[in-house]
């Protein structure tokens, strides 16, 4: 059974920093790409970043380029979003997901989702 368990949201300050971590179970996902979403209330799901199975591919949304880095360790079947800089806008909950083979900020393309871990950036 796949697993995708995030964590590392909490509560932080405008201008504070954040890293969340989601470590995957049940198979390995090391030829697979990953990426991290998020839904903030009332809003729809929006893409983070993406990295490649290698981690030599990486993609961002505008919104967050330049604050948030996203990284991977396949011994560890695990993805990170260093988060920077993070702002007021930036609360919502997120969600790690893997699957496919590119790196893409469309979430069709990932089949198995993690059940979300809350960032609150309190101004």
């Known amino acids: 059974q796949v697993q995708l368990v995030e964590s590392g949201g909490g509560l932080v300050q405008a201008g504070g920093s954040l890293r969340l971590s989601c470590a995957a179970s049940?198979?390995?996902?090391?030829?697979?790409?990953m990426a991290w979403f998020r839904q903030a209330p009332g809003k729809e799901r929006d893409f983070v970043a993406a990295i490649s199975w290698s981690g030599g591919g990486t993609r961002y949304a505008d919104s967050v380029k330049g604050r948030f880095t996203i990284s991977r360790d396949n011994a560890k079947n695990t993805v990170y979003l260093q988060m920077n800089s993070l702002k007021a806008e930036d609360t919502a909950v997120y969600y790690c997901?893997?699957?496919?083979?590119?790196?893409?900020?469309?979430?069709?393309?990932?089949?198995?989702w993690g059940q979300g871990t809350q960032v609150t950036v309190s101004s």
């Open positions: 049940g198979r390995t996902f090391s030829s697979y790409a």
């Open positions: 997901a893997v699957g496919g083979t590119g790196w893409t900020r469309y979430s069709y393309n990932y089949d198995y």
